[in-house]
């Protein structure tokens, strides 16, 4: 773990390589457009964090379906969505000439991370519902879905969640694809092929500083330089930065929750990489 002087000494640090890189020619060049568009809790905060940390780019926050708005986004705009393709919707992007990233992460541990999400969110109409299940119930309603009541919306099934990344994976547009697990594992070369995707062209000293100023232990204090960050593994769950490892699912998934997944979206996984079949 480490202490706060480390981490005022990082931001220095990192803040001298902003510097440096502002008086490059790099810095002057025209700033792309970016969305970072996915499944909700596929990664797309962390790599928006990460975008932001480049000079000259900034979170312009979400959308929603207010899609209209994307004809005003300028150079240098951040943009997070969850928006499932529609023919409308990549016309827009074509049209304003943004770069788009799709994140994807194993449904699995995607659906987990929901879960704790859900339960925190009191903003969410299924905040209430979800708090009042156990896990095992919560688990069975995420894989599964629920359909509304009282004229509210439905809890969406794994499969419907997912859609939002794979109808853009799936469909011709070109897209600068980043799967979470690529993040955890390999961040630094991750970061770099995406940058380079998106044609964004900084140094790789500022990759680095900018990998380490929004790795998980540090954006566990966020600001709060004086404070200890949490390990990836050590969790928090009411954090939005929770635990922040590679299958989580199996702390919580039951015999009966891989039974009832495998037959709603055990062939997702193969299609995705992340099983050969369905013997997990």
């Known amino acids: 773990m480490r ?34 568009n996915g499944t909700p809790k596929t990664g797309t905060t962390w790599i928006i964090r990460m975008l932001t940390s480049i000079p000259g780019y ?3 926050g979400n959308f929603g379906y207010d899609i209209l708005r994307f004809n005003n986004v300028k150079s240098g705009d951040v ?40 339960r925190n969110d009191k903003t969410n109409i299924w905040h209430q519902r979800i708090v009042d299940m156990s896990d095992d119930e919560a688990i069975h309603a995420l894989i599964e879905g629920r359909p509304g009541m ?11 969640r997912m859609n939002i990344s794979l109808s853009w994976v799936n469909s011709s547009f070109p897209v600068c694809c980043i799967r ?18 998106l044609e964004i062209d900084i140094n ?19 600001r709060k330089l004086w404070k200890q960050g949490r390990k990836a593994g050590q969790e928090d769950q009411l954090s939005h930065v929770r635990k922040g490892i590679i299958g989580d699912w199996r702390n919580y998934f039951t015999a009966d929750h891989k039974k009832i997944f495998k037959k709603s979206a055990g062939m997702f996984l193969i299609d995705l990489g992340y099983e050969h079949d369905n013997n997990w």
């Open 3 to 36: 202490s706060s002087i480390s981490y005022i000494f990082e931001e220095i640090i990192y803040n001298l390589f902003r510097f440096k890189y502002l008086l490059s020619p790099e810095a002057n060049k025209n700033k792309k457009k970016v969305l970072v």
């Open 58 to 60: 900034h979170s312009t």
């Open 79 to 118: 943009v997070h969505g969850h928006l499932p393709h529609t023919n409308e919707m990549a016309e827009l992007i074509r049209n304003n000439a943004i770069k788009l990233i799709i994140t994807l992460r194993d449904p699995r541990d995607q659906l987990i991370s929901d879960m704790f999400h859900l």
């Open 150 to 160: 009282e004229g509210y919306p439905g809890l969406g099934s794994v499969i419907s």
């Open 180 to 197: 979470y697990e690529d993040l955890i594992r390999n961040p630094n070369r991750r970061l770099k092929s995406a940058l380079s995707d």
């Open 204 to 222: 790789d000293s500022l990759i680095r500083r900018i990998i380490q100023k929004n790795r998980f232990e540090r954006l566990t204090i966020g």
